[in-house]
């Protein structure tokens, strides 16, 4: 009895299916409005289900989230391009820097050098007599004569400058003023 019954019962089904496939396509009846319709006025379901008015403004919302994330997607896009590029800026700063304190040690190491040079020079000038020194000390390039005298002690100078002829003393007197 209980399969006579589920038989009719699936039976009415299928054909209450396809008679109500058959009035949807003919235009008689809208099945999706009268389904809505019928679950809206269930007090359950009607929780569960969204209007078309509803959906078409969710829809309209989300259409807007998109543009928006379209939008902050590009920003995000010109962001990084930005951020790439100062990178690479930076990058070529790092480098002019690293550049730069290679050419000042550089520079230091030769002023070292030329330091020490010239007071090697200078030391062997206080082992000298003082006119033979003012002999020598004529025949240098007038600024390394300049730079030798000035870095021995003023008696010591000033004893070369002695035996020197006097219009050539008072040019490294003027000059050794000015440094």
Known sequence: MIKKILFFLVLFLILF??????FNALGIIDIKATVSNLANSTPVVQDYII????LDSLEEENASLKNTISKKDSQIAELEAQI?????????RDKLIADLESDYEALNT????????LEKIANIYRQMEPEAAAAVI???ENNLAVEVLS????EQAASILESMP???AAQFISRLGLE
């Open 138 to 140: 004529q025949e240098l």
């Open 84 to 92: 790439e590029n100062l990178k690479e800026e930076l990058a070529q």
């Open 110 to 117: 030769e002023e070292q050098n030329r330091e020490a040079r």
């Open 151 to 154: 870095r021995l002690d003023d």
């Open 51 to 54: 209007t078309r008015q509803e």
């Open 166 to 168: 006097q219009q050539q």
């Open 17 to 22: 299916v396809m008679l109500s496939w058959s």
